[in-house]
C-alpha cells in the first residue's frame, strides 16, 4: 500500500492548491514558482499538508470529541469559550504524529537543512489554514506562527501547536462570525527559513491605503528585529507611502515618510524555552528610519509587481497584504507572506459616507490624540482593561457598545472586542493587532495614544473621532455626530470644471473618489502649521541666536533628517504630494505660503523673525516676501520643494500659485527668485497662476495677463480689498460681501479679460463653498472652473447644472471648460 503523502516543497505549491496547503502557503508557493526568477527574494521551505492534520485528528480519535465540546458551547458566553479552547488545544498538544508523518516531517526539515548548509536550520514555523484569504474574511493573525524555531523535536512540538492554534478562544468565535463550519476548515504549516531580521528589520506593506482604500499607493510600515512588535502593537513603526503610477515610470515616487517611536525590537533568544526575546533600540536606530530610500523603492516594486500578477491571476484587481523582512547580515530583502487585502477591496466605490461634528465648542473638549484607524465616529462610555491575561479578558464585563481603552490589545482579546463601539490604544501603529481587528469590524479605532490608560477611566463618557484626518480624537462627553451618505451616481453631469480646495494632505486620498477635476488650491500654510511647526527662517539661522530652548524645540522637530533645510523640504513635499498623488493626473494648483507676519510670528521661533505690523492683513505677505532678503532663503525652500515633487517623484501634475503680488515688477522680481532656486516658468511643463486678490490684478489683467498661465480668484481677499474693510475685524464683518456688486463686477471684468487673452481663469475662494448663488453667477458669467471645499462638492454640483441648463433654455450657448 502506497504511504499517503503529508509533506511537499514550498515551490511545489499554487493558488490551485489552497484546499491543500491554505491560502498563506498556496499564496508563498505560487510567487516561488512564478515571481522569484523575475528578482523577487522568498525564504525556500517545505509544507505540511491540510491532509496531516484531518489525519493527526482522527488518529488521536479526537474528531468527535471536539465536535461535542463546541456544540456544547456558548461561544458567545467568555468562560465557556475559554474552557472550551484550552481544552481542545490541550488535547492536540498532547496527541502524537503517525509514525510515517514524523518521518516525512524529519526529511523535510534534513532537506532545509542541506540546502542552507545548517546542522539544524533556523526557521519559521507558519500555520495556513484553508478558509484564510478568502474574498469575504481574511483570517489573518487566527492561527499562530512560531519564530526561529531549531532542530526536529522543537519543528514537530511547534507542528503541534500550529494545529492546535486553529482552536484559539478568538479562531472559534471569528469562525462563528462569519459563518464557517469549524469541522471545514484545515491547518496546513509552512517550515519556513528564517530571515535575519532580528539583526536587520521587517515589517508589513498594503497595496493601497488602509483606510480610504486609495488604489494608487503602497503603504509600508517598518521596524527593527522580528515583525512580531509591529503586529502586537509594541512600537509605532516609521510608515513610507509611495505612489504607484509613477513608480512604475521609473521615478522615485516616494511621498510620505513618519519616524515612528521603535524604542525596542525582538530578537533571537538564547534556548530552545525562549526562541525569542525583546531588547530596547539603540537611541541612534530609533531616530533613524529602518529603511533608506533605495530599500523602500525596492520592497514598493516587489508590491507592485506582486499585485499585478495576483490581479491577473484573479481576473480583477486584487490589492495586497504583504510581510517582508531585510536580513541583518546580507543586507538582502525577502518577502515572507502576501496574501489578498480584504477589507477595502470589497468597498464599493461610488457614494461617500461622512461623519461630522458640528460642535464648534468641540476643541475645548479634546482628552487626547492618537492615530485613526477607520472614518467613523463613536461614542459612548469608557471601559478600561488593563493588565489582563488570557484567563483575565474571560472574567471582564464588558457591554456592548463599550469604548475599549487598554496599553495594546492581544489577539486572545478578539471575542471582546467585537462588542466595542471603538477601541483606544496607547500603543501600536496602522498595522497593529487593534487596527487590524477594528477595520474587520468595522469600528473606529485609535491607536499609539501613548497615555489613554492614565487619562481615560472606566464609567467616562467619551467621543472618538476618526474622521478628521490621520489623527484620532477623543472629546470629553458625548457630542454629537451627523452621519450623512451620498452617491456620486446621483449626479447630474456638468460642463463647468469642478474642482476642490484641500487643506489637509491627510485627507487627500479621502478625496480622491470624488468626481472633480482636480485641486484648484492646497495651502502651504496648512503644511508648514501642522507639519513642519517651526518659522522657516529659525530652521536655517537657529543656531546663531543663542535660544537653547528654541535649538532643543528643533532638534525634537527635526529628528531623522542632516539639518532643519532637508526636513522643511521633505516635510513641505510630502504633504504636497499626496495631495497630487491623490488627483493625479488632474491639476493641483499649489499655493506658495500666505502667512501674515502676525501669523508667522507665532511660530516656534516667528519673534526673531518678524516685524511689527499694524495691519497684516495688507502688509508684508505674499509676494513681496519671496525676493526680500528678510525671507528669500525660505522662499528657496518652498522651491526646491515644488521641484522635488514634479522632478524627482514626477507629479507634473502640480501648478504652482503666486498670492497677493501687487504689481508686473513684483511678480518679475519673484520669477527671478524662483529661478535661482531651479524653478523656472515653462521648464518641464511648468505653469505659473496668479492669486487674482487685488484690484491692481483685475485692473491690470491685460499686463499681468503676458506673464502668467492662468488667474485663480480669491475672492475672499478680492472682496476685503474692494469694500475697503479688514476682514479679520469684527467692527465691520457685517459688510463683508462676496456678492456685492462691486465685487462681482470686478469678477466678470477678470472673466472677460482672460478669455479674450485665452488664459486661464477659476475661482478658489471661500464664495461659491457658502453660497449657491454666487456659484451660480459664477456658471452664468463662464468662469474656467470653480473650486470648493470638500463639503460643499455635491451641493455646488447641482448648483452648476442648474444654471447651466438655465443658460440652455435661454439658447445662451455654455461656455467650453478651458481647463
Avoid at 487585502?341 to 490624540?369: F, M, N, P, W
Wanted: aromatic share 8%; glycine share 8%; with cysteine.
Amino acid at each position: 500500500m502506497q504511504q499517503e503523502k503529508f509533506t511537499l516543497r514550498l515551490a511545489e505549491a499554487a493558488i490551485r492548491d489552497i484546499e491543500a496547503v491554505g491560502g498563506k502557503n498556496a499564496s508563498l508557493g505560487e510567487m516561488l514558482q512564478n515571481l522569484a526568477p523575475s528578482g523577487i527574494r522568498i525564504p525556500d521551505g517545505f509544507i505540511i499538508t491540510a491532509s496531516a492534520y484531518h489525519r493527526f485528528i482522527t488518529f488521536n480519535h479526537l474528531d468527535n470529541v471536539i465536535r461535542e465540546r463546541i456544540n456544547a458551547t456558548d461561544t458567545d458566553n467568555l468562560q465557556q469559550l475559554a474552557a472550551c479552547g484550552l481544552a481542545i488545544r490541550t488535547l492536540i498538544s498532547d496527541g502524537n504524529f503517525p509514525d510515517e508523518m514524523t518521518s516525512q516531517i524529519s526529511a523535510g526539515y534534513k532537506q532545509l537543512c542541506l540546502q542552507y548548509r545548517q546542522e539544524n536550520v533556523d526557521v519559521a514555523v507558519r500555520s495556513s489554514a484553508t478558509a484564510e484569504d478568502l474574498p469575504d474574511a481574511s483570517f489573518a493573525g487566527q492561527q499562530d506562527t512560531y519564530l526561529n524555531i531549531s532542530g526536529i523535536e522543537n519543528v514537530l512540538k511547534a507542528v503541534k501547536n500550529c494545529f492546535a492554534s486553529l482552536f484559539t478562544d478568538r479562531a472559534i468565535s471569528y469562525r462563528k462570525m462569519f459563518g464557517y463550519d469549524h469541522f471545514q476548515v484545515g491547518l496546513s504549516v509552512c517550515i519556513q527559513k528564517m530571515v535575519r531580521s532580528d539583526l536587520g528589520m521587517s515589517g508589513v506593506a498594503f497595496s493601497l491605503d488602509t483606510e480610504s482604500g486609495f488604489k494608487d499607493v503602497i503603504v509600508i510600515n517598518g521596524s527593527y528585529g522580528l515583525g512580531e512588535m509591529i503586529v502586537q502593537g509594541s512600537v509605532n513603526p516609521d510608515e513610507f507611502i509611495v505612489f504607484k503610477p509613477l513608480l512604475k515610470r521609473g521615478f522615485s515616487s516616494i511621498i510620505e515618510k513618519k519616524l515612528g517611536q521603535k524604542h525596542q525590537k525582538m530578537v533571537y533568544g538564547t534556548t530552545a524555552a525562549e526562541p525569542v526575546r525583546v531588547v530596547p533600540v539603540s537611541a541612534s536606530e530609533a531616530a533613524s528610519f529602518c529603511l533608506n530610500d533605495d530599500q523602500i523603492i525596492e520592497l514598493s516594486r516587489w508590491v507592485a509587481i506582486i499585485e499585478d500578477y495576483y490581479s491577473v491571476l484573479k481576473k480583477k484587481w486584487c490589492p495586497m497584504d504583504i510581510e517582508w523582512a531585510v536580513d541583518g547580515i546580507s543586507g538582502e530583502l525577502f518577502i515572507v507572506q502576501a496574501r489578498p487585502e480584504t477589507i477595502h477591496s470589497r468597498r464599493e466605490v461610488g457614494s461617500v459616507v461622512a461623519y461630522q461634528i458640528h460642535d464648534e465648542s468641540r476643541h475645548e473638549k479634546i482628552l487626547l490624540k492618537g492615530i485613526a484607524v477607520g472614518d467613523k465616529i463613536a461614542a459612548g462610555k469608557v471601559h478600561l482593561l488593563e493588565g489582563l491575561d488570557r484567563a483575565g479578558i474571560q472574567h471582564i464585563d464588558f457591554k456592548e457598545g463599550d469604548i475599549m481603552v487598554t496599553d495594546m490589545t492581544d489577539p486572545d482579546w478578539e471575542p471582546v472586542m467585537k462588542k466595542a463601539a471603538a477601541i483606544i490604544t496607547n500603543k501600536g501603529g496602522r498595522t497593529c493587532h487593534a487596527a487590524i481587528v477594528a477595520r474587520e469590524l468595522g469600528v473606529p479605532a485609535i491607536v499609539g495614544c501613548e497615555n489613554a490608560t492614565a487619562i481615560l477611566k472606566t464609567g467616562m463618557d467619551i467621543t472618538a473621532s476618526c474622521a478628521e484626518g490621520e489623527a484620532g480624537i477623543i472629546y470629553d462627553g458625548i457630542i454629537a455626530y451627523e452621519k450623512t451618505e451620498q452617491k456620486f451616481t446621483s449626479l447630474p453631469a456638468i460642463k463647468t470644471p469642478l474642482m476642490m480646495n484641500v487643506a489637509s494632505p491627510e485627507m487627500a486620498f479621502h478625496y480622491a473618489s470624488y468626481p472633480s477635476q482636480g485641486v484648484g488650491l492646497a495651502r502651504e500654510e496648512f503644511i508648514i502649521n501642522n507639519y513642519i511647526k517651526v518659522h522657516p527662517m529659525a530652521l536655517l539661522k537657529h543656531e546663531s541666536i543663542g535660544d537653547a530652548e528654541l535649538s532643543s524645540y528643533i532638534a525634537a522637530q527635526t529628528r531623522g533628517y542632516a539639518n532643519g533645510e532637508e526636513f522643511f523640504i521633505e516635510k513641505l513635499s510630502y504633504g504636497i504630494a499626496r495631495i497630487a498623488a491623490a488627483f493625479y493626473p488632474n491639476r493641483v494648483i499649489v499655493r506658495f505660503s500666505d502667512f501674515k507676519t502676525n501669523e508667522y510670528a507665532n511660530m516656534p521661533g516667528g519673534k526673531y523673525f518678524e516685524p511689527e505690523e499694524e495691519n497684516p492683513m495688507i502688509g508684508w505677505r505674499g509676494a513681496s516676501r519671496y525676493y526680500s532678503d528678510a525671507y528669500r532663503e525660505a522662499f528657496g525652500m518652498e522651491c526646491k520643494a515644488i521641484r522635488k515633487v514634479r522632478e524627482v517623484m514626477g507629479l507634473s501634475n502640480v501648478t504652482v500659485m503666486i498670492p497677493f503680488c501687487r504689481t508686473v515688477g513684483e511678480l518679475l522680481k519673484v520669477y527671478e527668485t524662483m529661478e535661482a532656486y531651479g524653478l523656472k516658468r515653462g521648464d518641464e511643463g511648468l505653469e505659473v497662476y496668479l492669486m487674482a486678490e487685488l484690484p491692481s490684478n483685475i485692473i491690470l489683467a491685460q499686463e499681468f495677463g503676458k506673464y502668467i498661465d492662468g488667474f485663480s480668484i480669491g475672492s475672499n481677499d478680492l472682496t476685503q480689498l474692494v469694500l475697503g474693510l479688514d476682514r479679520d475685524s469684527a467692527l465691520v464683518a457685517g459688510l463683508y460681501n462676496e456678492r456685492n456688486e462691486a465685487v462681482k463686477t470686478m469678477i466678470s471684468s477678470l472673466i472677460r479679460t482672460a478669455r479674450d487673452m485665452n488664459v486661464k481663469v477659476g475661482i478658489c475662494g471661500q464664495g461659491p463653498s457658502d453660497f449657491p448663488d454666487f456659484a451660480r453667477f459664477l456658471t452664468e458669467e463662464g468662469i474656467g472652473s470653480i473650486s470648493v471645499t470638500p463639503d460643499s462638492f455635491m451641493k455646488t454640483v447641482k448648483v452648476i447644472s442648474a444654471a447651466e441648463t438655465s443658460q440652455s433654455k435661454l439658447n445662451e450657448p455654455v461656455p467650453e471648460p478651458i481647463f
